[in-house]
């Protein structure tokens, strides 16, 4: 979702693996509005195509951006901004030179105080997360691992990733990140609840 700050409206962005033998990369914005009964409806404000299939998107409301992760081919920022057109800016790439494993999954943002803040991205092909700082040019800063700890085990191949820099009490003062494990040691998956301090 993106609330504008030019205008105050509402969207939601969504995005395809593949639409009636079209391949996917396909994202859609749509305008969240009061139907005038007190119920939501939309309407498609904008539809463009990334390149290959897509997976992962967060929209900045601070900065008027939205960032999609292109699965085999990396991160890319747009404009946020309905009638922004299809101008693109390459964050990061898979392979060499790049941070990122293919596939590029989830995204998310952890604001900051003031102007900072980072980009997160789950690295699924190396069980890996990248950070960016939010701000300018999406500055590379590190990339971590959520090693095996406690009795839990490690965390591999995500998909979906959120976070939160609220205050949220013991354990997780500082903030919370919250990451889907496609390989939980007991044959299933589920999500890891991990401090952001840390």
């Known amino acids: 979702m993106y609330r504008s700050p030019e205008s105050g409206r509402f969207y939601v962005f969504v995005n395809s693996e593949e639409e009636g033998g079209t391949p996917g990369g396909q994202v859609e914005q749509w305008e969240l509005f009061d139907d005038g009964g007190?119920?939501?409806?939309?309407?498609?404000?904008?539809?463009?195509?990334?390149?290959?299939?897509?997976?992962?998107?967060?929209?900045?409301?601070?900065?008027?951006?939205?960032?999609?992760?292109?699965?085999?081919?990396?991160?890319?920022?747009?404009?946020?901004?309905?009638?922004?057109?299809?101008?693109?800016?390459?964050?990061?790439?898979?392979?060499?030179?790049?941070?990122?494993?293919?596939?590029?999954?989830?995204?998310?943002?952890?604001?900051?105080?003031?102007?900072?803040?980072?980009?997160?991205?789950?690295?699924?092909?190396?069980?890996?997360?990248?950070?960016?700082?939010?701000?300018?040019?999406?500055?590379?800063?590190?990339?971590?691992?959520?090693?095996a700890a406690d009795g839990i085990d490690a965390v591999e191949e995500t998909d979906g990733i959120d976070v939160t820099t609220r205050e949220l009490g013991e354990p997780f003062q500082g903030g919370l990140l919250v990451v889907q494990d496609g390989g939980d040691d007991s044959g299933g998956t589920n999500f890891k609840l991990v401090p952001l301090r840390r």
């Open 38 to 147: 007190g119920k939501v409806d939309a309407r498609r404000v904008r539809r463009f195509g990334v390149g290959c299939q897509t997976e992962g998107c967060v929209a900045d409301d601070e900065r008027g951006d939205l960032y999609i992760g292109e699965e085999a081919v990396g991160i890319w920022k747009y404009s946020a901004e309905p009638d922004a057109g299809t101008d693109r800016t390459q964050v990061d790439s898979t392979g060499g030179g790049g941070h990122l494993t293919a596939e590029v999954e989830g995204l998310t943002l952890a604001y900051g105080r003031g102007d900072s803040g980072y980009l997160i991205a789950s690295s699924q092909g190396d069980s890996s997360f990248a950070v960016y700082r939010q701000e300018g040019d999406n500055d590379y800063v590190k990339t971590f691992s959520i090693e």
